[in-house]
């Protein structure tokens, strides 16, 4: 199964661009990547999601390596309201259907203002 | 956009008897829908996938008898946690998804099981 690893936290400055990594090494050609976000006692939220291309959306962008064994989720001017716990799964539907999802250890992100 | 409700979002039972968590998908169909467990300040433990329709396949180390899992409509599926214990305390999450792996994942508000 593909595993995913992230630093367990990082910290940042307001208001400055954040890189959160993720290494997907055993990824398949059909996982999609995907990126959601956890406050404290909340169900996580969606942040974004790609295959190969980088993505953008209001929230952040998605840059996926050439060989897809990583990507980097980055924040472009981190807020206090970033601060969350990060997780970057890796999404699969298998051949009759089943879904499998591999999630990572997900990272701490501390904003400090 | 699409929203995934969970209910209760608390709740408090006596160890040895059973609760139900419910997991709806308001304004889509989910074909999957997901069941995880998370303890303080840890991460998400998927423990089992459930299709509509069809047995819920669980994760290593989950015990299917203890944690049933039920999928019965495309909007709703149920967690059960049988005999209790003040071990199963947890915070538990559902997401829902439909089938194609390009689609995002939507996520439940989470439930607090506290097994008194």
Known sequence: DAK???????????????????????????????????LPSQGPEYVIHGL??????????????EDRKSSTLILHRATLRD????????????????????????????IIP | ?????????RVICKSG?????????????ATTMFWYRQFPKKSLMLMATSNE????????????????????SLTLSTLTVTSAHPEDSSFYICSAATGSSGNTIYFGEGSWL???
């Open chain 1, 4 to 38: 995913t690893t992230q630093p367990n936290s990082m910290e940042s400055n307001e208001e400055e661009p954040v890189h959160l990594p993720c290494n997907h090494s055993t990824i398949s050609g059909t996982d999609y990547i995907h990126w959601y976000r956890q």
């Open chain 2, 53 to 72: 329709g069809s047995k819920a396949t669980y994760e290593q180390g989950v015990e299917k008898d203890k944690f049933l899992i039920n999928h019965a």
């Open chain 2, 114 to 116: 506290t097994v008194v």
């Open chain 1, 83 to 110: 601060a969350a716990v990060y997780y970057c799964i890796l999404r699969r539907i298998g051949y009759f259907g089943n879904e499998k999802l591999t999630f990572g250890t997900g990272t701490r992100l501390t």
């Open chain 2, 1 to 9: 956009g699409a929203v995934v409700s969970q209910h209760p979002s």
């Open chain 1, 52 to 65: 190969t291309s980088n993505v953008n959306n209001r929230m952040a962008s998605l840059a996926i390596a």
């Open chain 2, 17 to 29: 008897t059973s609760v139900k968590i419910e997991c709806r998908s308001l304004d889509f169909q």
